[in-house]
Nanobody
Framework: VQLQASGGGLVQAGGSLRLSCAAS????????MGWFRQAPGKEREFVAS????????SYADSVKGRVTISRDNAKNTAYLQMNSLKPEDTAVYYC??????????????WGQGTLVTVSS
């Protein structure tokens, strides 16, 4: 499966963005989806995941209450709605397809990343 992330950009603190991850190739619905992010000089970290079976969601503590992950199987697309953005949310955001895991090792396919910059 090929993944294309989009929706990143420059936003002021307190603002919102919605990231999209469009999938093509093998059936999107057979994969759980995850979002990760990587800030300069830091390791890639888990943001959110949504399970393929029942759409059960999981979030990192750092974004819980501000971020919502969702998916539309009919459109082969996953989303990450981010509200109340903070400067520390600045990173390249990656979508991934695989198991419902908070570890990057649980995912088989990765998008190219989309840059989110939050100004103070």
């Amino acid at each position: 499966v090929q993944l294309q992330a989009s929706g990143g950009g420059l936003v002021q603190a307190g603002g919102s963005l919605r990231l999209s991850c469009a999938a093509s190739g093998r059936s999107f619905s057979t994969y759980s989806m995850g979002w990760f992010r990587q800030a300069p000089g830091k390791e890639r970290e888990f943001v959110a995941s949504i399970r393929r079976i029942d759409n059960w969601t999981s979030y990192a503590d750092s974004v819980k209450g501000r971020v919502t992950i969702s998916r539309d199987n009919a459109k082969n697309t996953a989303y990450l709605q981010m509200n109340s953005l903070k400067p520390e949310d600045t990173a390249v955001y990656y979508c991934a397809a695989g198991s419902s895991s908070s570890s990057p090792r649980g995912y088989y396919y990765w998008g190219q990343g989309t840059l989110v910059t939050v100004s103070s």
